[in-house]
């Protein structure tokens, strides 16, 4: 797949901007606070419907405007064409249209213009809170399971109305203490589908992962990532049981803290290098190595789950490639597809190093205060 134009307006710092791509390689250089990352941004926006910051819509539209639009046209790998058109009016919703067809849920964009994206921002899979960790895995589970996606959506739903009811036991409004269990019941249902989609892709996952972080840093040491969670499976597969269990020993702290303790919103994703664990003992350099790998192994996973090649967006990311074998990382970049690249310096995106020669055809965007201007090469 790739992005072949793309249009906005009052979006960000753009006033009205409109480019037309390479599939292959565009690189995108301009100072800072110029609009490179507002510029991917809309790139994820017209595949994703979200945003990878976490952004308000609010927050997107064009200071002193009052909506934004941003228009792209998209060609699939089976050469079928589609256009994605997102619209939001200052205190409306959001509305998202795939080929003039208003989507009834913005869930049903997932899945069918994968996307990849490396930021700085994203080191907070590995080094940041465990919220950033199930952020990454809900939105790319999301991507390849639409029974994910809704079984999220369903988990969520129930966990707010449980935590609704043992706050209201913790403020001792009267309410009998069975309130609580069809509440529990059902979550433990869909929590455990949850953690099922999970574990499983992990499995799968993990090993494509191994796989890239040893090619790219040329080392023998071994990554590996697994899921902590707050529910001790007794088999391979989480069953009601095991659930129940572990609600067990923290019902009285539940209704004491009137909050839901385990559960797949509780959950975490760890990251071992040579059995010792990435966020407490990792380098800095190991860290964006396995950044890298991570994005390069999502890329692979997306295309081979969804059979359709995903858009790769580089934000600021050079310093983290110089880490790593860099001739292989861009021979490998070569065959993943339609790449955005963003430098604040237009040097390091010159080829002198003939980093770019397997690419076929680059085109190279400068982007000064909100105004893109295609670069003849
Ligand atoms: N809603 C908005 N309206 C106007 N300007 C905005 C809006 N949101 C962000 N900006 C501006 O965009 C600039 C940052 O753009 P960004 O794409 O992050 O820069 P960079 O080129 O460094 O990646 C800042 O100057 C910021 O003030
Ligand atoms: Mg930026």
Redesign the pocket.
Known sequence: MHLEKILMVS???FSAAEATFSSDLNLIY????????????AIYLICLGRSFRVAKNQ?????D?SFFTIDGNLTLDNKIKKRTVLRYIRDGKKEISIDRKKLTKHSKIFGQFPIVVMAPDEFKITSGGPSERRRFIDIFLSQVSLSYLTNLQEYNRILKQRNRVLQQIRDGQALSETSIEPWTQRLVEVGCEIINARNMFILEFSETLQAIYKKYTESRDILKIFIESTVTLRHENCDTEDFYGAFQSVINKEKVLGTTLVGPHRDDLVFKINGMDLRKYGSRGEHKSVLVALKIAEFRYLKLKQDETPIMLL??CYSELDNLREEKVFKSLKDLGQIFM?S?RESILDNQRGQFDNFSNISRFY?EN?NIEHKKN
């Open positions: 979006f960000r710092n301009g100072l800072n606070a110029q609009g490179k990352t507002n510029f991917l941004e927050e997107m539209v064009k200071k405007e934000d600021d963003t604040p982007i909100g």
